[in-house]
């Protein structure tokens, strides 16, 4: 079966899309067809130049609108989700007693440059994040928050030093894909160091998927609009999946 | 306390008097007269729906057979009340025999004319009845779900297919829409009969119909239990069949009605004698609904120079103030119309804006003054135009209108797509809440340019009303003074359907409406 | 020779482009990859779903940042243009009355059931547009203006009427492509009277481009901004052009 | 009369008074201690230039010769003056020398004190002759220009590549900036040098080079004569080098820079005494090169909650303030920092909002605020995130800020793009214009919500200030006061690089600059 799907505008399969980008054409007759061919080159029809802006110096901006031909096959898409279950923070902290009988000991940090703090610190800190209790508030979790600019291989020895279940990574400057290479670095030192297989490595920030995640060779990601209880009911999961194995 | 100008009562009060005259000058005329749709607007309360032969809606064949007879001017009520009583049948299948051609109505013998205005009241009340169950039951939904806080979110929908229409009108209420407008088919008000049926062809704009507007009625009743909310249901009465549909609206339990002779006069050429008529009947019965009417000053400024022009829209809203009191219509049903209109390039252009809204609401206090967003200024460059947006979402709660109609970024482009409508509503809810007490927070700084530019529109206004009241409504109009658009009193379309009316003309909405026939 | 081109964004062919549409896709994971999907089949790479929002009803909105691929050759566009020389009123006006002797005669009108008379105002009317003015101002024009909502059939005749030189017609509603019909009924109905040499044909509105008016059998198309001056040049140089031959 | 708030002068004068004291208690500290950034722009400022072996900037290898060799207690000033003295070389030539290996600063005979010291301030008097040279040069631009209006455009490029700054900065100017602040590379702060040479490489930024300043200073002298105005130049000098890079945009004529001790202890965890002890320095040579600093308060809000924490901001500003003129700096050059952050989802934001810029512009009427846009609640919704733009655009017109850090719609995602910085700077100029004169219309209503904000953030501020006062501002931040975040005394970076003066400490400018040393 397949269930294609097109852009909605006002009539189903319309295919109506929005675009604006900037040319480095000066503006006029011959820059509005470059903008127009441009939009045939992404397999769109009837494009639109529906505003031209001068920028200065040779470039022009648009604004196009056009109709995408090319849907998309709903049933071919496959994305692996982070199976985090609905748990509350009452029912992670009694199933860390009862199941694991010691607290979860994880270590945080934004690493490389990043210094931006704020996501960490919604998931780490006792204050969380829309009313929802950040990691340092369960009974059940003992949380080391590192802070920003973190070397990678400060993280690995302090996780190495309190025997850490779970590593956590926060990843907000995504520029020349910085953190790509912050993230690989993260698991191949886990690996040189023999650990990789002993802790959950989790990542998050503004552009992290789970996709993109376990794609570099990390347990789970997390996006933006996280909740600490989504991430706590994740790593408990996880920590009694592999107990039973 | 809350933002206001400081103006002079006694110029708000002479501007009155003269829209007043002004009015008074060609209130006989119109109460002399009938025309061809108010005559189809009684053939409609009585009950007539459907289509004869060649898709003709049966009121037209009903009456179109009265005017070739000669018979219109005693009025249609007067032929069908009669037919009825001597057939026994009711209007439906009085009109449906007609159009067979099985039926004439004026060959028919004729009763007493007691009888037949005894008859033909007992029909109208009927109608009436049904009209004040309406009133009745919008009045408890609202009790039930609570009023909602000016101003209201008034979204449009305009899919030219009324089961899209639904799908759009069902979301756009979900994302915070309070009132729906589902927009017409381009130049329906052009067309001098009401299509029939459920439509879903049209150009820009679905056809309104009754039972285009039952379905949307429907949809919005249900989408209004979902969200516990009342969510309002307008449509377009201005035009030929301006009389008909206000009947229509009435009938189906529509909420508010875009109903103004001075839109259809100047943008549609309609004819000025045929359309004041038209009004007359039409307001009355909206009156009688509980239906607020908006009128369309607003467009003014879409032709004329917004900052120019404001002093046309002033005198228009006193001058439409004036005609809907002589049908009945209290202020609170008054939904005048003015908007945000300004080039964007003016200086100070924030400040004239608000000027203009303020001294609209310190004028029509009691008016539900209805707020149109920046069309004109509008070009493809939707961020832009998204801000223009902010900038009326702003004066609009600073200044306590009260149904605003939400301006959308892709106002220069295409009527509005899905997510067009979730963003313009987010924008001005943004505005709404994070602006909520704006008018309560700020005073005008008196003698200052705001206060100056009112009290130069309002004089502007008051010399406008003196030469209107001068000249005579209908030659101002056949001189520009609107928009800079010419309308000569027997030029435009539709004086055919004009008539004197006979001394023995029979309407009982007239009596049952205006003269103490209120809610009992 | 080629020079292609690709969108700028700060940086000299990083290819930045900027979309929105709607789903029929209920927010979450897969609608999110559904999105980017669709955006690789506009021939994008890397597209980033910066934002993702519910219409209720099972609609999502996406905002989209990626990277066009494939460039335009610049020096393969050949736009026509209109030549419509920079004269000034007074410049028009003597030429007027050097060469042609007699006032030009354009009839215009809003045609179909279009009643947007602002556009086609702006180029009649005394005022004009911008500071430039109207036809009407002009000593060497002559000018019909019908207004709006005007048949086909009337345009003609009223042309026929006059004489007219010239054939204004101003479409701003596009939607269902009405303008469409409209001007090529126009065409054949002029060409059916045997008018259409006689006559120079002009279109104007928000959607129209000059490509578009020759298209559909018009001699010339006026897009937004234009100024009375241009459209009085072009007539003027097009009916010395033809006198000449 | 413009818009302002009604509030208690004493209030404000007692916390200026604390501030003052809060000040006070640290000043001494500060004052007996150097550090080798210090030292470094002492080098710099005598005009060395460069990079030595292994890339190590000139400035560098001096002051870690005279570290190692436990001589840099007397300043760098002391011996290079020494050695330009005994060897008859320039200080480039020295530093070249001691780079080389060929020279050891600390094994050279010395001169008589006297002479060493008449020595340095000539060198040091060639470095303030050539920063009030610069002075002049822009003054007389900015006269022959013509002044901008406020609110001023504030806007940035962030390619990473000076050359490709140039480009976006040239434009950005052609589409109406008036101040260009070029990013600096991510985490430049942290770093103990200041890179040398134009840079084509940087992560979310450009280096901070004293060649990159040159190259973008004449790109700006170019496009300012090309439109006929003055187009300022500002980077960032806080962090690990904030004096030398306070040296550096002396010398090569910037008009604004970052400069905040708070902002590095804070968000770059650099070690508080350091940063301090710096930034008496840097203050004070850009208090001699009229450069105008900017505070960092507005990135507080950033991390804690703009409603609840508006405050500390406030709490900050006097703080700062106090530090500006003990570093001799008058309060036309002061601009301090706040920011547009409240959650838009808050009924009434934009009132709040207001409340807290004019509190601003009351507490410091002199002082060119920095006003910063909405950046925590930006999403990638950058429509929503452009209408943002304009509410925080109309409060700096309507509050009269001076610079305006422009809110661009891409703020979630990533640094502006060149249609970005235009789509913004549209906005910006709109509201700016539209709503111009938006301060002389309106008064805020006494006792109203506004002022009742006012004066509890105030009230808070009072408090912090007393607090902080009563507990010291070392422990006051060590304790967290300021969004949140903790940084001990003694943690941090770059503590290694404080050093106590010895007695026979040399650093001319601080007589030059500080004492009477003023424009002669
Ligand atoms: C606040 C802020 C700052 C503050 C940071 C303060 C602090 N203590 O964190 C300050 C002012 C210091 C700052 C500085 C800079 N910033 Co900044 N900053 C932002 C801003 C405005 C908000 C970020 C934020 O706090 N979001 C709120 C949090 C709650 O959301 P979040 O991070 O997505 O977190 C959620 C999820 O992602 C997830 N999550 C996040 N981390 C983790 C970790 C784990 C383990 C899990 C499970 C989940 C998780 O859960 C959280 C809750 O749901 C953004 C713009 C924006 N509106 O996004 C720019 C932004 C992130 N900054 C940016 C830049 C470039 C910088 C600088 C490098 C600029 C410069 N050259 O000087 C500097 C240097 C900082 C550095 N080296 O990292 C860019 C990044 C561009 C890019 N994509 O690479 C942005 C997008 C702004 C821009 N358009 O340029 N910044
Ligand atoms: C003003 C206006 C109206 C006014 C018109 C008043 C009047 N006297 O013209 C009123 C209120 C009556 C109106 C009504 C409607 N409108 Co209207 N209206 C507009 C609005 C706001 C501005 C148009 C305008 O005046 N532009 C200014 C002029 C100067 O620009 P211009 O037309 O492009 O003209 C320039 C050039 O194009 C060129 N040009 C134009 N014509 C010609 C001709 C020649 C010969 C030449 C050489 C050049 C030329 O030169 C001009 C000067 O540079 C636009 C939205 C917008 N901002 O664009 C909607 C808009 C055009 N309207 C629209 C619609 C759908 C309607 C209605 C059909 C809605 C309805 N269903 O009820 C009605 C019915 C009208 C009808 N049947 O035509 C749509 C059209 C959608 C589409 N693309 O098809 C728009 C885009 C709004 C929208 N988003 O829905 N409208
Ligand atoms: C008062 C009024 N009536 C009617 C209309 C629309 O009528 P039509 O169907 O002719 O487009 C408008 C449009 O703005 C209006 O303002
Ligand atoms: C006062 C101040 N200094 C410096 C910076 C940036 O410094 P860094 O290079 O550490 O990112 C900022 C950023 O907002 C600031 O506000």
């Known amino acids: 079966m397949s269930r294609v799907v097109l852009p909605y505008g006002d009539t189903t399969g319309d295919g109506a899309v929005q675009l604006s980008f900037t040319l480095p054409v000066p503006i006029g007759g011959a820059a509005r067809e470059a903008a127009r061919q441009l939009c045939l080159k992404m397999n769109l029809e009837n494009p639109q130049v529906v505003a031209m802006r001068d920028l200065g110096g040779g470039y022009t901006f648009f604004i196009v609108y056009a109709r995408a031909t090319r849907g998309v096959d709903l049933d071919a898409i496959h994305v692996p989700e982070v199976s985090a279950p609905a748990w509350s923070m009452q029912e992670i902290d009694r199933m860390v007693a009862e199941k694991i009988g010691r607290p979860v000991r994880v270590v945080g940090a934004c690493t490389g440059t990043d210094a931006h703090t704020v996501g960490l610190d919604a998931i780490l800190n006792m204050k969380g994040y829309r009313g929802d209790y950040g990691l340092e508030r369960y009974q059940g979790f003992r949380v080391w928050n590192l802070g920003s600019q973190v070397p990678n291989e400060a993280l690995v020895a302090k996780a190495q030093e309190v025997e850490a279940d779970a590593v956590l990574v926060s990843q907000v400057v995504t520029q020349k894909n910085v953190h790509l290479s912050n993230m690989t670095g993260l698991v191949d030192l886990l690996e040189a160091e023999g650990m990789r297989d002993r802790v959950l490595l989790i990542a998050g920030g503004p552009r992290i998927t789970h996709e993109l995640a376990v794609e570099l060779g990390f347990d789970a990601g997390f996006g933006p609009g996280t909740l600490p209880s989504q991430v706590a009911a994740f790593i408990v999961q996880s920590l009694l999946e592999r107990q039973e194995r | ?520």
């Open chain 2, 1 to 520: 306390m809350s933002l206001t100008l400081n103006i002079d009562p006694a110029r708000v009060a002479r501007a009155r008097e003269l829209a007043g005259r002004i009015v008074d000058q060609v209130q006989p005329f119109i109460e002399r007269h009938t025309t061809t749709a108010i005559e189809r607007a009684v053939v409609r309360l009585f009950g007539v729906e459907g289509k004869g032969p060649d898709e003709v809606p049966l009121a037209n064949l009903v009456v179109e057979a009265l005017q070739d007879g000669g018979g219109l001017a005693r009025g249609a009520a007067f032929w069908m009340a009669n037919a009825c009583a001597q057939t026994g049948r009711t209007p439906q299948q009085v009109a449906e025999a007609v159009a067979a051609g099985d039926l004439d109505l004026m060959r028919l013998p004729l009763l007493p004319e007691a009888e037949i205005r005894a008859g033909a009241e007992r029909l109208a009340r009927g109608a009436v009845d049904r009209i004040r169950e309406n009133r009745r039951t919008r009045d408890a939904l609202i009790n039930r779900y609570g009023e909602r806080p000016a101003p209201w979110l008034y979204l449009i929908v305009a899919t030219g297919n009324i089961y899209e229409d639904v799908v759009q009108a069902q979301n756009a209420a979900r994302q915070g829409a309070d009132v729906i407008a589902v927009i017409r088919s381009t130049a329906q008000s052009l067309l001098d009969y009401v299509p029939e049926g459920a439509t879903t062809e049209g150009f820009a704009g679905t056809y309104a119909t009754q039972e285009n507007f039952r379905i949307m009625r429907r949809a919005l009743d249900e989408v209004s239990e979902e969200l516990g909310r009342y969510v309002r249901l307008t449509n377009y009465a201005s035009g030929l069949c301006m009389p008909e549909i206000a009947a229509l609206g009435a009938l189906e339990r529509l909420d508010m009605m875009l109903s103004d002779s001075m839109y259809g006069i100047l943008f549609r050429d309609i004819n000025p004698q045929r359309t004041l008529i038209d009004q007359h009947f039409a307001r009355m019965i909206q009156a009688e609904a509980g239906i607020i009417i908006n009128t369309g000053e607003d467009n003014y400024l879409t032709t004329a120079d917004a900052y120019e022009a404001a002093h046309t829209v002033l005198a228009s809203q006193f001058i439409n103030e004036q005609f809907a009191h002589r049908s009945g219509m209290p202020d609170g049903q008054i939904g005048l119309g003015h908007a945000f209109e300004m080039d964007p390039s003016l200086e100070d252009g924030l400040l004239y804006e608000m000027a203009d809204a303020l001294l609209s609401r310190v004028c029509f206090p009691n008016a539900p003054l209805k707020y149109m967003p920046p069309t004109r200024h509008m070009t493809g460059d939707i961020f832009f135009g998204h801000v223009m947006n902010a900038l009326f979402n702003l004066t609009s709660v600073a200044t306590g209108q009260q149904i605003h109609l939400v301006g959308i970024l892709t106002e220069a482009i295409h009527t509005p797509y899905l997510h067009d409508r979730f963003l313009a509503i987010e924008n001005a809810r943004y505005l709404f809440n994070n602006a909520r007490h704006f008018r309560e927070e700020f005073q005008i700084v008196p003698g200052g340019r705001i206060e100056r530019r009112a009290n130069e529109v309002l004089a502007r206004t008051l010399g406008l009303l003196e030469e209107i009241a001068a000249r005579g409504l209908f030659q101002a109009i056949a001189d520009g003074v609107f928009a800079g658009i010419r309308r000569p009193a027997d030029g435009g379309k539709g004086l055919d359907g004009v008539l004197e009316k006979d001394a023995g003309y029979l309407n009982p909405f007239y009596d049952l409406c205006l003269k103490g026939g209120g809610e009992a």
